[in-house]
């Protein structure tokens, strides 16, 4: 009599653990930089962002598939922003066999440390096809200008 293991695999547990490792990377990566994140524990779902500085403001993009612009929070409090709302699972028509349930519902929240050089009182933000975005405008001291070079006379 033989006996056989066999290597169970829980792909969820599998994903869960890369998810975390990704993440870790990225904390570290971004360690020195004013963009450090924190996730709120109770968040069911997180939305990813990408973010963009150009020469006068710094903008935030949250994939928000579902989500009514009803249903999102944006505030500041200090130099913190958080992005939270709920995403609302509609009614399921029910069938006799349901194969894979994998759409995300439910509370998210997204918090950001925003750099000294962004004015809180001119944040504003637009929705559009599932993506919200955050604009940031930059103080007007940390705006890049141009100094001209004069010619000394002699």
Do not use: C
């Not at 963009?52 to 903008?59: T, Y």
């Not at 995403?87 to 349901?98: D, F």
């Not at 194969?99 to 929240?109: I, K, L, N, P, S």
Request: glycine share 6%.
């Amino acid at each position: 009599m033989f006996a056989i293991t066999r290597n169970h695999r829980d792909p969820a547990g599998e994903a869960l653990n890369l998810e975390r490792r990704i993440s870790r990377l990225f904390n570290e990566a971004l360690s020195g930089f004013d963009w450090q994140y924190r996730d709120s524990a109770g968040a069911a779902w997180v939305p990813p962002v990408d973010i963009f500085e150009e020469a006068d403001s710094i903008r935030i993009q949250a994939e928000v598939p579902g989500v009514k612009p009803v249903d999102v929070k944006i505030s500041v409090e200090g130099n913190v922003l958080t992005i939270s709302g709920t995403k609302q699972q509609t009614a399921e028509e029910r069938t006799e066999r349901v194969h894979r349930y994998e759409r995300t519902y439910g509370a998210f929240e997204r918090t950001f440390t925003l750099p000294a050089t962004v004015d809180a009182d001119k944040i504003r933000a637009s929705y559009d096809h599932g993506v919200l975005t955050v604009t940031l405008p930059k103080v007007e001291k940390a705006k890049p200008r141009q100094i001209q070079v004069e010619l000394q006379k002699s």
